[in-house]
């Protein structure tokens, strides 16, 4: 079996935002689609992992902020590569409004936002998925969204063409988010401490 051919599905990018109390966070998320046009309903996948997916799991309210083609790199850095439960994602970041559910949506390299209700959830393993009808939504820019595609094309840096570190140890790196590992061989069941993706995403440097 081929695991590249999940490479080829088509992805948007977004900036997923719940809040719980006085806690607001965001991660970065590809898998927002939607679900259903009467009631207008969509669906996101969240890792389990993920901070944001707690908060969402208790509060069953969402934002999604769409990424578009204008985004710079400091966006999923941002909300990305840190998790919520140690760092405040909004310390220092001035570039949102707040929807009328009180959530955070983000407003540079973004062309909409959509408010979500969550009506159901489904236990899918590594991820949950939330399903919920939309309460709000607005257009923010008429710039082309960004895919999964344009995002390593355009916007996520290029790494350097190194195999070895300088005391000859083999470096493996994470496709998602550029993660380094340090080691002859991967295990299996690793996964990326920054995205949470699994070892089949990473690859020898070469």
């Not at 998320?29 to 996948?45: D, L, V």
């Not at 009808?133 to 355009?154: C, G, P, Q, R």
Request: one cysteine or more; aromatic letters at 12%; glycine letters at 8%.
């Amino acid at each position: 079996m081929d695991n590249k051919a999940m490479y080829k599905l088509s992805y948007g990018l977004f900036v997923l935002t719940a809040k719980d109390g006085d806690k607001d966070n965001g991660c970065i998320i590809n898998t927002a689609i939607q679900a259903a046009s009467e009631p207008n309903q969509i669906s996101i996948c969240v890792n389990k992992a993920n901070y944001t997916h707690d908060m969402i799991l208790k509060t069953m309210e969402f934002n999604v902020s769409i990424i578009s083609e204008s985004a710079d790199f400091s966006l999923f850095k941002r909300f990305g590569f840190a998790s919520g439960r140690d760092t405040d994602k909004f310390d220092g970041f001035s570039d949102y409004k707040t929807g009328g559910n009180g959530i955070r949506y983000i407003t540079t390299g973004t062309n909409a936002y959509i408010s979500v209700k969550v009506t159901k959830t489904v236990d899918l393993g590594s991820h949950t998925m939330f399903v919920g009808t939309i309460t709000d939504m607005e257009v923010l820019s008429d710039t082309a969204s960004a895919t999964y595609a344009y995002y390593f094309e355009n916007i996520k840096p290029k790494p350097e063409a190194v195999g070895t570190t300088k005391d000859g140890q083999t470096i493996w790196r994470c496709k998602i988010c550029g993660y380094e590992y340090v080691g002859e061989e991967l295990p299996d069941d690793f996964i990326c401490p920054i995205c949470k993706h699994p070892a089949s995403d990473f690859e020898k440097v070469v």
